[in-house]
């Protein structure tokens, strides 16, 4: 999988550090959030595996560090089980803005509790996944059962989590108190898995229990049998990803042919819609770009002001002509039933000066040097026929006879 490392402001205003997980190949098919387990980070091996089996399974997933966490800014000592909610709203906004909103929200022991609170505000989500969480949040107080009496009469306490120390506060404990999970579950209204490993030392196997009773239909169970409640076995962590991607498909499916079941002759739906969109926010030169349903960015260098997020235009501009140019290479080849076996183009724009004095000089001043790389067992006419044939690209001949742009301005949309 590739990773983007990403942050974005947390609930407490803290710069929140994020790894953001790709498909190797192609556009992914949904976004899924990750929440890691209590005092844990977003690089536990586990959360890796996860995203990984996701990953190369088309899913897209956002795994990030808590407020005081791994190399997330702030201090622990002033979380709170409410602003993990809050940091995994902030979250999901910051993947809706730059990227896509999550489809799936994923948690693992309070994590689980913590993303089946976020769900009643993200309507976006369509499913909602947990692993090895327990059914109230007033659990965690038993990982520092020795140091409660003196956290409720000093105010804090250090306590020892996983041969960690942290400062555990009495608002922390406050705010677990009086959460209704069984109102909250009943009131999920999606589709919901339980992943819980029977042998669970830390969240006893009686939690999934009363969290599938609570939440209603559709609701499902996996066994996760000899698993440790971190899933530090690899084999746990990766069946756990691909179960979750096979069950997740589905209700995204579901979800997709309920709104073009539902849009009405003249609404614009995504999927259908044969526009390019392209926004850039008000600070910056990050820029959003739709296409159906495929999402892309923009940007410009960081010499030139911009935050280097994404291509620059003219870089786009290059891999348009180079992407017409090899399906165009594949469809002649498989046509003719040659052995080519890869094209790659090398794409290089330069802009020239232009030479009025001189009447032979071309008076086009972009150049875009395209240089062809053919993988396989082909013979010189070969090779020379398809050096002529990505001449007759449908870019190229664009691009060479020159394009018609013409410009008007839009409605502005009112809130």
């Not at 990984?52 to 560090?65: K, N, W």
């Not at 105010?155 to 989590?161: C, F, K, L, P, R």
């Not at 599938?212 to 990803?241: I, T």
Request: proline share 5%; aromatic share 6%.
């Amino acid at each position: 999988m590739k990773n983007l490392p990403v942050t974005f402001p947390g609930a407490l205003g803290h710069n929140l550090t994020a790894r953001l997980s790709l498909p190797e190949v192609g556009e992914p098919r949904a976004c899924a959030l990750f929440a890691h387990c209590f005092t844990c980070s977003k690089d536990l091996k586990p959360a890796v595996n996860i995203s990984r089996a996701l990953t190369q399974r088309g899913f897209a997933v956002l795994r990030f560090d808590f407020t005081g966490l791994g190399e997330s800014d702030g201090d622990f000592a002033d979380t709170d089980f409410s602003s993990n909610v809050d940091d995994l709203l902030a979250a999901a906004r910051y993947m809706e803005e730059e990227w896509h909103s999550p489809s799936v929200l994923i948690g693992h022991s309070l994590g689980g509790a913590a993303v089946i609170q976020a769900a009643a505000q993200l309507p976006k989500v369509r499913a909602v996944a947990t692993i090895g969480s327990p059914f109230d949040p007033e659990h965690v107080k038993g990982l520092f059962e020795g140091s409660l009496e003196t956290i409720q009469e000093e105010g804090d306490a250090q306590v020892s989590i996983a041969g960690r120390s942290f400062t555990i506060r009495s608002d922390f404990l406050k705010d677990l108190e009086g959460r209704n999970m069984e109102a909250i579950l009943g009131e999920l209204r999606r589709p919901l898995l339980i992943f819980h490993s029977p042998t669970d030392q830390v969240v006893g196997i009686d939690n999934a229990a009363r969290i599938y009773q609570a939440a209603r239909h559709p609701k499902s169970f996996v066994s996760l049998d000899h698993a440790d409640h971190l899933l530090m076995r690899e084999e746990d962590s990766l069946y756990v990803g691909s179960v979750l991607a096979a069950w997740a498909g589905r209700y995204l499916v579901e979800a997709a042919g309920a709104a073009e079941a539902k849009a009405e002759p003249g609404d614009e739906v995504q999927t259908e819609d044969r526009r390019v969109r392209v926004q850039t926010g008000a600070t910056g030169y990050r820029t959003r770009i739709a296409a159906r349903s495929h999402a892309l960015r923009a940007d410009e260098p960081v010499s030139l002001g911009g935050d280097d997020t994404g291509p620059t235009p003219y870089e786009l501009l290059a891999a348009a002509l180079g992407s017409c140019t090899t399906i165009t290479l594949r469809m002649y080849a498989d046509r003719k039933g040659w052995p080519l076996e890869d094209v790659e183009v090398h794409l290089d724009h330069t802009k020239q000066k232009r030479r009025p004095r001189d009447p032979d000089a071309d008076p086009r001043t972009d150049h875009l040097e395209r240089e062809l790389v053919l993988h396989g067992p082909l013979d010189d006419e070969q090779r020379e026929r398809l050096l002529q044939i990505a001449d007759r690209c449908p870019v190229h001949r664009s691009l060479e006879s020159g394009v018609k742009v013409s410009t008007r301005l839009g409605t502005q949309k009112t809130t």
